[in-house]
Nanobody, 121 residues
Framework: QVQLVESGGGLVQAGGSLRLSCAAS????????MYWYRQAPGKQRERVAT???????NYADSVKGRFTISRDSAKNTVYLQMNSLKSEDTAVYYC???????????????WGQGTQVTVSS
């Protein structure tokens, strides 16, 4: 069984910073891409950042220059450093990963439970 567990959310004032973590555990043979998504009340879930197994990184335009995704492959963990936070960054943040639980490589999409980020103005 594969699990993704996020941590690091909370309440912060506008202009502040938070660092989210997402650790994958369980039966893991290989992890392909890892992502951060967010969903604000009444809005669709949107992809915020991507970190592929090959090291390619992408960001949504709304967070470029403020958020940084990083990954520790040895720990099966992905991070999201969020700086210069704005009220519009308020959302539940979800971790998503493409994981092959066993050999041969057959990847499945797994989601974390989400962590609330609230930015007060």
């Amino acid at each position: 069984q594969v699990q993704l567990v996020e941590s690091g959310g909370g309440l912060v004032q506008a202009g502040g910073s938070l660092r989210l973590s997402c650790a994958a555990s369980g039966s893991i043979f290989r992890i392909n891409a890892m992502y951060w998504y967010r969903q604000a009340p009444g809005k669709q879930r949107e992809r915020v950042a991507t970190f592929t197994s090959g090291g390619t990184i992408n960001y949504a335009d709304s967070v470029k220059g403020r958020f940084t995704i990083s990954r520790d492959s040895a720990k099966n963990t992905v991070y999201l450093q969020m700086n210069s936070l704005k009220s519009e960054d308020t959302a539940v943040y979800y971790c998503n990963a493409e994981i092959a639980p066993t050999y041969p490589d057959k990847y499945f999409s797994y989601w974390g439970q989400g962590t609330q980020v609230t930015v007060s103005s």
